[in-house]
């Protein structure tokens, strides 16, 4: 079993950058496909990144790609979202998410992945 944690979030102006970090428990990290969805209020939840297990392969949702980032550091056992160029309608609840660890791709569908953390919330004001 992983356990997952996210934390980092919290209320900026736009324009401004956050960083999100996902700590993981109970197992590795490392060999585990890893990911991030967000969810605003009355909308589905939504694919933000994702990375496979080596970190070679990373995909990012349309509406975040060439403003956010995401790394991992297997030492830390630790999943980041680095948040640049924040916009209104980046507000939401984001979520850390990561596969089971025989599937070493990573995926855009969020029903895909077995292990969820709690959330963190980010708001950013116009």
């Known amino acids: 079993q992983v356990q997952l944690v996210e934390s980092g979030g919290g209320l900026v102006q736009a324009g401004a950058s956050l960083r999100l970090s996902c700590a993981a428990s109970g197992h590795s990290l490392a060999s585990n496909a890893a990911g991030w969805f967000r969810q605003a209020p009355g909308k589905e939840r939504e694919f933000v990144a994702a990375?496979?297990?080596?970190?070679?392969?990373?995909a990012y949702g349309d509406s975040v790609r060439g403003r956010f980032t995401i790394s991992r550091d297997n030492a830390k056992n630790t999943l980041y979202l680095q948040m640049d160029s924040l916009k209104p309608e980046d507000t939401a609840t984001y979520y850390c998410a990561a596969r089971d660890g025989l599937l070493r791709s990573y995926s855009l569908v969020a029903e895909s992945y077995a292990y969820w953390g709690k959330g963190t919330q980010v708001t950013v004001s116009s």
């Open positions: 990375v496979d297990w080596s970190d070679t392969g990373i």
